[in-house]
């Protein structure tokens, strides 16, 4: 068992290892939500159990723990005569919203970087997320923080760069994207399959600020289809990432 046990850990980071939620999902999802969540875990449990009845051999749960860094865990099989599906939790939960950065006016400025540049028609959606090193904002049509995001722009900071530059190295491995050059710095052009499920993808420009700066700039997939191509796309990325100034 123990062989068994890490050669499907080995499998599930393999194939694991490529995805990201984008940074704004959840507070998106609670806005969609209007600040409420549900509780579903006894949902799931519900549903696992129906699954460790069927199951002949061990199976990989892919609970928070799948997600979280941490290995999946093997369940041996079992009996669905040992089974109680749980009780299930449906009551409204207030989510805590996250720090935010406060005023930003026009959103032409915010943390650490200015925006000279953003696409015709689109404005500050007066919602952002600050965890200190790593922030973001949003821009749509109409400044309503409860609707989706056009373009958004998410900055990391010191350490908080780690992250997306191994996501960058891991789409290099995979020969998905390419390096792009923005006057005198560099970026990462790439469809990152992440936030918009059944849709194409989201175009994402990386861009290299300095050494202790990069920025990430996200095309909505839906915002994408007004334009007549991925070159539009691309070039209005591009035009976004020229216009960033930083002001560390």
Not at 81 to 90: C, M, S
Request: charged letters at 25%.
């Amino acid at each position: 068992m123990p062989a068994l046990e890490e050669e499907l850990r080995q499998i599930m980071a393999d194939e694991t290892a490529r995805l990201h939620a984008a940074p704004d999902l959840a507070e998106r999802v609670m806005r969609a939500a209007g600040g409420r969540r549900t509780r579903v875990r006894g949902v799931v449990l519900a549903a696992t159990a129906a699954v460790i009845a069927a199951a002949p051999i061990g199976y990989v749960t892919l609970g928070p723990a799948a997600t979280s860094g941490e290995p999946p865990a093997v369940v041996e099989p079992t009996t669905a005569a040992t089974l109680e599906p749980p009780a299930i939790d449906d009551t409204p939960e207030v989510a805590s919203q996250p720090p935010d950065l406060g005023d930003l006016g026009d959103g032409k400025a915010f943390g650490h970087v200015k925006v000279g540049y953003l696409p015709d028609g689109l404005r500050w959606s007066n919602w952002s997320v600050d965890y200190g090193d790593h922030y973001t904002t949003s821009y749509n049509f109409d400044g309503d923080k409860n609707n989706f995001y056009c373009v958004q722009i998410f900055m990391y900071e010191d350490a908080a760069v780690q992250g997306p530059d191994e996501r960058i190295q891991r789409y290099r491995d995979e020969g998905d994207g390419e390096e792009v050059t923005i006057g005198d710095r560099t970026g990462y052009l790439v469809i990152q399959h992440v936030g918009e499920d059944g849709m194409k993808g989201t175009p994402t420009l990386f861009l290299r600020m300095g050494d202790r700066q990069l920025a990430e700039i996200m095309f909505s997939p839906v915002y994408a289809k007004e334009f007549s191509g991925a070159d539009a796309v691309t070039t209005e990325l591009k035009k976004i990432a020229e216009g960033l100034t930083s002001t560390l």
